[in-house]
């Protein structure tokens, strides 16, 4: 009976894709939006006669090539560039090891700030400046980009140095939705006290973080954004380039903040697959018709979870593409289900401490564990998730969506 709802719950949606998708059809995608990189009247300027370091990947890209290369054609004196998750050029895999070098197309040195450093030392930084950040982000707490800036900032503001954001648009930045950071749960993959979807550019949680004092000893960054133009909240941002080798295309994007869940049990997410975050099963897994067979792909995905066995669930390519543009939040039902359809719940979650991490909170695997509903873990976070709208608003550098 269990299988039989859940079955029911998962594919309900897929009645209303004609309809969804007349709602969504014509909607106006990108506009004209200039991002803060497409700007260099803005910022260049600021980097004359400055020793600069470039926190940058395959994302940071202006006037048809890197910004890094931009920067160099345009005279301004690169010293370094840092490279966060999955490295400079976006060639490594989720948790692979980036390791510090030289690029090499430019011969700079690289530095890595994923791993054992993921905060920039002092001795890394006593040859700049400033440091120019320019790095797409996807929206969701548990996505490290926005780790490193929080670490990049404090470095900056420990050691008297300037930073400049150069902002892009949130392509999930039309909604919030999720339990906040508690603070004993803190790690690289959640820093600051925000929910799973924050709805903020990475421009605007700079200022958030400097604003609230969430730097170490509530240090004060000389900080910087360099906005983007034409953007709203309200945009449905198409991102030019993938931001991750896991995330590439707008499907998996926008599916991405309801399936890193997932990361914490024995559902794999379809790392090693053609379908990265736009499939979910596991091996013996009674629900669904969709098979897969995870494999390991260099710079994709290394030694993914249940890597060459066949796994059986759910292809969901299709319903990440228009469901989230109409329905504004994370959506639980697969976690909810696949962990009440579950032959083995006290397996269920592999990681229960790393799973707790992505979720900022204990109280959403308890939750499930107990067999709450949506709705009721839904009403959990309400008094968190309005709280921390009203502080967003301080801190907003475009028009909402609300």
Known sequence: MKSFLFLHLLLLPFTFVGQITSITKGK???????????????????????????VANQTSTTAGMHLVDYLLAQDVEVKKVFAPEHGFRGDAGAGEHIADGKDGKTGLPLVSLYGKNEKPSADM??????????????????????????????AAAENKKSVIVLDRPNPNGFYIDGPV???????FVGMDAIPVVHGCTVGELAQMMNGEGWLKGSVICDLKVITCTNYSHSDYYELPIQPSPN???????????????????????????????????YPGNTTGTYTFTPLDKPGIAMNPPHEGVQCTGHLLS?????????????????LIGLYQASNSK??????????????????????????????????????????FKTLRKKYLLYPDFE
């Not at 995608?29 to 006669?49: E, H, M, T």
């Not at 599916?255 to 099963?281: D, M």
């Not at 509903?373 to 309400?382: F, L």
Request: hydrophobic fraction near 40%.
């Open 125 to 154: 930084l006593k040859d700049l400046d400033v440091i120019l950040f320019d790095i797409q982000d996807v929206g969701a707490r548990f996505y490290t980009y926005i780790s490193t800036l929080h670490y990049v900032m404090e």
């Open 247 to 281: 995330l590439p295309n707008m499907s998996s994007v926008y599916l991405y903040p309801s399936l890193c869940f997932f990361e914490g049990t024995t559902v794999s997410v379809g790392r090693g697959t053609a379908y990265p975050f736009q499939c979910i099963g």
């Open 346 to 387: 006290a397996t269920f979650f592999t990681n229960a401490r790393f799973f707790d991490k992505l979720a900022g909170t204990d109280q959403l695997r308890l939750a499930i564990e107990a067999g709450k509903s949506k709705d009721e873990i839904i009403a959990t976070w309400q008094a968190d998730l309005t709280a």
């Open 318 to 334: 299709e319903f990440g593409s228009f469901y989230f543009q109409n329905n504004k939040g994370l959506y639980l039902e697969w």
């Open 181 to 187: 950071l508690k603070k004993e749960f803190q790690s």
């Open 28 to 54: 106006s995608f990108n506009k004209s939006i200039l991002v803060g990189a497409d700007q260099p009247n803005a910022y260049l300027p600021l980097l004359r006669n400055k020793r600069v370091g470039v």
